[in-house]
């Protein structure tokens, strides 16, 4: 068809070709790939007597199905509330009732559908200030965590690229990661030593799917903060997915929706390497050799993790910066505050001060100045 029907979507004759396929399988839920109005969805539900489900609806139920933090839940319920509000004329004819009105007239009143629109904005507004308290307190944590600059990397992909596997391997960590979409919907944070002793934290993150409803973006988009904040990010892909290049696309475009800074270095993780067939596992080693931010590897297997980590210990040192501080004698608790973040490279002691040479991040820089020692 040229265009969907506004009442239907699909054109009578693919009507009744669905409803009788339907009923012949005894199907009792239909999912449709795209965005659905609130009378599409009524009616096609009436014509088939069935649950149906769009685009939207569908990641909304995985979601919830995933949440398990207070922030998580709080999250999908205001995204489900947002899209719940267009959808009341689905429950069709209760919602067209009028209450009756005040005095003795009487009046118009306030129609079901209109208390039921009061309700939803009242739960908002309610879910909206909770979600507020927690922002608060993730900001007061990131400000705290900044105390103790470790450097931060962000772990980003498409969902089920692999992203809370290739957590564990890195951590030894035991987060949920299963073969399934959306098995992370709350950040997870852990610190990493590094094999030249420098500490990171190590941050896991929702997976990006395309055509993400915009509910969803801006109800999530507390949750991938950390990306933000990020000194290096991890683009995680399944490499053996036939939709790779697709999802790396989506993947992008998200990141520069949710603000990234382009000047944030990133490695592509080519992930799921022994998922691809001996012919094809080759040609995909020898393109991603050419590319020096590009890395090949299995999570599952470990195949290709020490190669990984030198990576992202180079990519952290090379956002450090060397200088050299000079520090008189009174100053003592500023010098044992650089050899505790073992940032010192260099120190000579003269007659007057110290002089500390440091390799040293601008964070771990931006924390000194703030420590009154």
Do not use: C
């Not at 950390?226 to 997915?241: G, P, T, Y």
């Amino acid at each position: 068809m040229r265009k969907p029907q506004p009442g239907t979507l699909f054109g009578s004759g693919k009507l009744q070709e669905l409803k009788t396929r339907i009923e012949a399988d005894e199907i009792g839920l239909v999912l449709i790939d795209g965005p659905v109005t609130p009378v599409q969805q009524r009616n096609l539900e009436k014509e088939w007597g069935v649950k149906l489900l769009d685009r939207t609806g569908l990641i909304l139920e995985i979601f919830a199905d995933r949440a398990a933090t207070r922030e998580g839940v709080l999250q999908v319920e205001l995204a489900a509330l947002s899209y719940q509000r267009t959808r009341l004329v689905r429950a069709w004819t209760h919602l067209e009732r009028q209450r009756g009105g005040l005095g003795f007239v009487g009046g118009p009143g306030e129609t079901q559908i209109e208390a039921d629109r009061r309700a939803i904005d009242d739960a908002i507004m309610r879910i909206r200030r909770q979600l507020e308290k927690v922002v608060k307190t993730r900001a007061l944590h990131r400000a705290s965590r900044a105390k103790v600059p470790f450097p931060v990397v962000a772990l980003v992909g498409y969902t089920n690229a692999g992203k809370s596997t290739l957590f564990n391997r890195l951590t030894g960590a035991d987060v949920l990661a299963k073969d399934m979409l959306f098995a992370t919907l709350d950040p997870t944070m852990r610190g990493v030593t590094l094999t030249t002793g420098q500490k990171v934290i190590l941050s896991d993150t929702v997976g990006f799917i395309s055509d993400l409803p915009h509910q969803l973006v801006a109800a999530f988009r507390a949750t991938l903060e950390e990306v933000l904040s990020a000194d290096l990010i991890l683009h995680v892909r399944d490499i053996s997915h036939p939709d790779t290049e697709a999802q790396s696309e989506d993947v992008e475009t998200i990141l520069q929706e949710l603000g990234v800074s382009e000047d944030t270095q990133r490695l592509e993780v080519w992930n799921k390497i022994d998922l691809l067939p001996p012919e094809d596992r080759d040609p995909v080693e020898t393109l991603a050799a050419r590319s020096p931010d590009v890395l090949t590897l299995s999570a599952w297997t470990g195949a290709g993790m020490d190669r990984l980590v030198e990576a992202i210990t180079e990519a952290v040192d090379g956002v450090r910066t060397e200088e050299t501080l000079t520090l008189d004698f009174a100053a003592g608790r500023k010098r044992a505050w650089l050899h505790e973040h073992r940032v010192v490279t260099d120190e000579v002691q003269t007659e007057e001060a110290w002089e500390v040479t440091v390799r040293w991040t601008t964070s771990q820089r931006e924390a000194f100045e703030r420590f009154e020692g």
